[in-house]
């Protein structure tokens, strides 16, 4: 979550992908049209917008290798006749996702590409999304669906599975849990097995190996599934997702059609590897970082925690808060001095324009020092009810941080540990956050796997985080001169 955020908007990410925009006016051109100069100007407009979501483009060696990677494999799409039509960011975001919209603008966060294994790999994923611009995807799906905006809200997320279609739970859908990769679903089932195949037909033209697609779907599905259990949570996609297939359903599929290709194409391994050296791991401190249940934010000093059994995102925006008992986030807002203003108006904000939702009475109280104020609504949702909660902070005249949370009637209490566990931080903490990155190691002779994983810069299953980090099954080894990629900390 970065410095005095003063807007909050809720992009989605599942796996791969998220949406693109706002379909131009007009007939939607078909797979084999250059890039319009419609949708360059559309791209163009949005471009920046898009970059300040998550996190900003990074800069310096990482980020032109992967420019150079991704317009290569652009030039395959026949979308434009020069690697000046695309432009490739590399994003300073923590979460698995790449994306792209109409215009040629092509992105990958840096986290997705520190669980590539090669550069075939890079080139797939980015091919992957080019191929929803080829295949003009976000157009055809904003044809489909004309409640999508630019941002994605008002398909099914989270909060719809306590408050359904109710004008109270499309507000939240745009408002809660922004960051997380479990949101909005954007393309169709077969719009992202389309963008697969057009992906693996621009690797092989571009020289690649065509089975890349497919290695890197399975390390995603890894990534994902490790994630989760030691989340505690189930790792299996959820019924509202059914219309988007996850990376383990893909995998087979893409590795039969690369098969059916034709073998060959280069990887490019060790050059991948060489290049991604020391690329940022996880949160920047810039933006706070997330460290077991506690999240701390160095720059802000500020830190909490999350309830037990609870996992959080942190997202450029607000840090969510997400569990069977309901979900959170915790963010910023424009601050005049009156805690009790603020709260009520971030309640009107949860409401949106049709509804008038406000607390039922506002109490104030200190936690750990710190002004604080908080209220309660309860909605009605259809033959169910739910709680609201808004609980704001003072951290100076200035400035003020809340949750906002949703539970079912009567489970506000949920979140009462989070609450009560805000506080400032201590230039002493706030200077000990250390950020993790990527390092690149040569096999010595008689390392093992399991003395390599002891490296990693976590307190717990480090095999398993560099067993699915370097694509190696349960039962595989390493030898001595081979490359591979550890988590540690930077100093």
């Known amino acids: 979550m970065v410095r005095n955020v003063r807007?909050?908007?809720?992009?989605?990410?599942?796996?791969?992908?998220?949406?693109?925009?706002?379909?131009?006016?007009?007939?939607?051109?078909?797979?084999?049209?250059?890039?319009?100069?419609?949708?360059?100007?559309?791209?163009?407009?949005?471009?920046?917008q898009f970059l300040a979501e998550f996190g900003g483009a990074m800069t310096g060696s990482h980020a032109q290798y992967v420019e150079q990677v991704g317009k290569n494999i652009a030039v395959q799409s026949g979308?434009?006749?020069?690697?000046?039509?695309?432009t490739v960011s590399l994003l300073n975001s923590p979460v698995n996702n790449a994306f792209a919209v109409p215009g040629g603008y092509i992105y990958t966060t840096r986290q997705l590409?520190?669980?590539?294994?090669?550069?075939?790999?890079?080139?797939g994923v980015l091919g992957h999304e080019v191929g929803h611009v080829a295949a003009r995807h976000s157009q055809r799906r904003q044809q489909a669906a004309q409640r999508n905006t630019l941002l994605g809200g008002g398909l099914a997320i989270l909060s719809g599975l306590l408050l359904g279609d109710s004008g109270l739970g499309n507000t939240l859908s745009r408002t809660f849990l922004e960051g997380s990769q479990l949101l909005t679903l954007k393309f169709s089932r077969q719009q992202e097995l389309e963008a697969d195949d057009l992906g693996i037909q621009y690797l092989g033209k571009a020289g690649y190996d065509r089975r890349a697609m497919a290695t890197v779907l399975a390390s995603l599905a890894a990534q994902n599934a490790l994630d989760a259990r030691l989340a505690g949570r189930n790792a299996s996609v959820p019924e509202w997702a059914s219309t988007h297939p996850d990376p383990a359903s893909r995998v087979q599929g893409a590795l039969s059609k690369a098969n059916a290709a034709g073998a060959g194409g280069v990887t490019n391994r060790d050059t991948f590897l060489t290049r991604i050296d020391g690329l940022l791991y996880g949160d920047d401190p810039a933006q706070?970082?997330?460290?077991?249940?506690?999240?701390?934010?160095?720059?802000?000093?500020?830190?909490?925690?999350?309830?037990?059994?609870?996992?959080?995102?942190?997202?450029?925006?607000?840090?969510?808060?997400?569990?069977q008992g309901g979900q959170a986030q915790m963010t910023t807002a424009a601050y005049s001095g009156n805690l009790e203003t603020y709260v009520r108006q971030q309640f009107t904000a949860l409401g949106g324009q049709n509804n008038q939702l406000a607390p039922a009475q506002i109490q104030r109280t200190?936690?750990?020092?710190?002004?604080?104020?908080?209220?309660?609504?309860?909605?009605?949702?259809?033959?169910?009810?739910?709680?609201?909660?808004?609980?704001?902070?003072?951290?100076?005249?200035?400035?003020?941080?809340?949750?906002?949370?949703?539970?079912?009637?009567?489970?506000?209490?949920?979140?009462?540990?989070?609450?009560?566990?805000?506080?400032?931080?201590?230039?002493?903490?706030?200077?000990?956050?250390?950020?993790?990155?990527?390092?690149?190691?040569?096999?010595?002779r008689g390392e093992t796997v399991a003395t390599l994983a002891r490296r990693m810069a976590y307190p717990s299953a480090q095999e398993e985080r560099f067993r699915v980090l370097n694509a190696l099954g349960s039962s595989d080894t390493v030898t001595p001169g081979q490359k591979v990629k550890l988590v540690v900390r930077t100093r």
């Open 7 to 48: 807007k909050m908007l809720a992009f989605g990410a599942a796996s791969l992908t998220l949406a693109g925009c706002m379909a131009p006016g007009g007939s939607i051109p078909s797979a084999s049209t250059p890039i319009t100069q419609t949708e360059a100007e559309m791209g163009a407009k949005y471009h920046p």
């Open 113 to 123: 590409v520190t669980l590539m294994n090669n550069e075939a790999e890079l080139a």
């Open 288 to 323: 706070g970082m997330i460290e077991g249940s506690t999240f701390i934010h160095p720059e802000l000093m500020l830190a909490f925690t999350a309830p037990q059994g609870f996992y959080m995102v942190n997202g450029t925006r607000a840090v969510s808060i997400q569990g």
């Open 366 to 444: 200190t936690v750990n020092g710190l002004p604080a104020v908080y209220g309660t609504a309860r909605v009605n949702n259809g033959n169910s009810q739910v709680d609201v909660v808004v609980f704001a902070y003072e951290f100076g005249r200035n400035q003020a941080f809340h949750f906002s949370a949703i539970t079912p009637a009567g489970k506000a209490g949920t979140f009462n540990s989070m609450f009560q566990s805000m506080r400032r931080v201590t230039s002493a903490e706030a200077g000990a956050v250390v950020p993790k990155k990527l390092q690149v190691v040569t096999v010595a």
């Open 79 to 86: 979308l434009g006749n020069a690697r000046e039509s695309f």
